[in-house]
């Protein structure tokens, strides 16, 4: 990785783009600092801090970087347009007329989607502002004066920062996407997550030794295992019979249906975790956390009890499959297959070809969502084994986006050295 980036900074052009990036990415490091008016900053940490850290708005605020439990300008992050992405591939699913737009519709229609899609993001952030700045008045009435000037117009000036930051941090991505390295969302939430480091080396040094070098260990071994799952994929053997076509003779060539084992990458983890944190974000609300005593909450719904996790690796299960379905379509690859005059050796085009392919992927999905969920529940184990190890914030979904994110950047960086020094041929 180090010898890749070395050899693309000696390129100029690939040079000016990881400047970009880097420049980028510092801009949206500034502004994930400057708080937004009328709020005092100290009160909504130590509140966080002491309620809401084990919440859904925990995995919210660990995505943004520290933003959102100091209610600065980027505090919704890239979250709206993530989701907005999101919705917006559901209903393209589920919608004819934008199914119709996505796979005919060709450039012009992939930029209507885009367009639709940035529209979505900035209605969702004005949503997410909205709520964002009544939780903040909620907690103002249960004696944690966080908005410090009441009115309608200082609720204005509160809900649409939140929205401008979330509309800005979008054009970012999408600056880096067009005139950086790799992909501008997956840059953005690298940063976010690589920023809070610093300090769980800090806590990393307060364990004792032997703890320290478990951890280090365990993250090393957790990082390759990573690292091979992401580069593991399942190759389908593909035939082409041979056509004449005049004088001219196509096909008769052998290939692959690679099938990656990630097929589905950290999105399973994500939709988990939020839907595991919502029991936990309903007794938040309601005056129940870590430090009541609450029965219920320490033995069912708190992130450090096996219920949870067990709950949580179930669910991670569930949607993994659900994008699974939604990624490939047996019976369209396979009439793919067909119409090519492809085929899989020892099985008849169509339906037949359909269930192998099916299989195929149904194992795949089990042994994907196994991966997922060693690599998320290893922090929760840990932490109930050593004590100490709660409070390095390590979350299998963080490692991860950045280990992904490293692997994609450092294989785009080569692609572009190499077709830089392709010679051809000729020469």
Not at 1 to 25: D, G, H, S, V
Request: proline share 4%; hydrophobic share 50%; with cysteine.
């Amino acid at each position: 990785m180090l010898q890749t980036l070395r050899n693309a900074w000696k390129i100029p052009e690939l040079r000016k783009k990881i400047i970009f990036t880097l420049f980028i990415l510092l801009i949206y490091r500034v502004g994930n600092v400057i708080p937004v008016p009328y709020i005092d900053v100290d009160t909504l940490t130590s509140y966080f801090d002491s309620v809401l850290s084990n919440t859904i708005l925990g995995l919210y605020n660990a995505m943004s970087g520290s933003a959102f439990r100091q209610a600065t300008v980027f505090a919704l992050g890239i979250q709206p347009y993530i989701n907005a992405s999101i919705i917006i591939q559901l209903l393209t699913v589920a919608i004819p007329a934008l199914e119709r737009l996505a796979k005919e519709g060709g450039e012009e229609g992939k930029k209507k989607i885009a367009r639709i899609t940035r529209y979505t993001t900035v209605a969702l952030g004005l949503l997410l502002g909205w709520a964002y700045y009544v939780m903040l008045n909620n907690y103002g009435s249960q004696g944690y004066p966080i908005i410090t000037v009441e009115g309608i117009l200082p609720a204005i000036v509160i809900i649409l920062a939140f929205t401008a930051g979330s509309a800005v941090v979008m054009w970012l991505g999408e600056q880096i996407t067009e005139f950086g390295i790799g992909n501008g969302i997956s840059m953005i939430l690298f940063a976010n997550i690589i920023s809070g480091i610093p300090s769980m080396i800090s806590t990393l040094f307060s364990l004792v030794w032997w703890q320290a070098l478990i951890v280090v260990i365990g993250m090393a071994a957790l990082i390759l295992f990573i690292i091979f799952i992401n580069d593991a994929e399942r190759r389908i053997p593909i035939q082409y019979a041979k056509r004449v076509v005049g004088r001219k003779v196509y096909g008769g060539q052998n290939t692959n249906l690679p099938i990656k084992v990630s097929m589905s990458g950290v999105m399973p983890v994500i939709f988990a975790q939020s839907i595991c944190s919502i029991p936990a974000t309903i007794c938040a609300f309601m005056g129940i956390n870590a430090n009541s005593g609450n029965w219920w909450y320490d033995n069912l719904w708190s992130p450090n009890c096996w219920v949870y996790a067990v709950v949580y690796f179930l669910m991670i299960f569930f949607f993994s499959w659900f994008y699974s379905t939604i990624q490939y379509d047996p019976v369209e690859i396979a009439n793919n297959l067909k119409k090519n005059g492809g085929f899989i050796p020892g099985f008849r085009p169509g339906k037949p070809t359909a269930d192998f392919i099916q299989r195929v992927i149904n194992k795949i999905v089990v042994f994907g969502a196994l991966y997922l969920g060693i690599v998320s529940l290893m922090p929760i184990v840990a932490g109930n084994l050593m004590e100490g190890v709660r409070n390095l914030a390590i979350g299998g979904t963080s490692v991860i986006i950045v280990v992904g994110v490293a692997l994609e950047t450092v294989k785009a960086l080569e692609t572009q050295m190499l077709m830089r020094h392709y010679k051809g041929f000729l020469d």
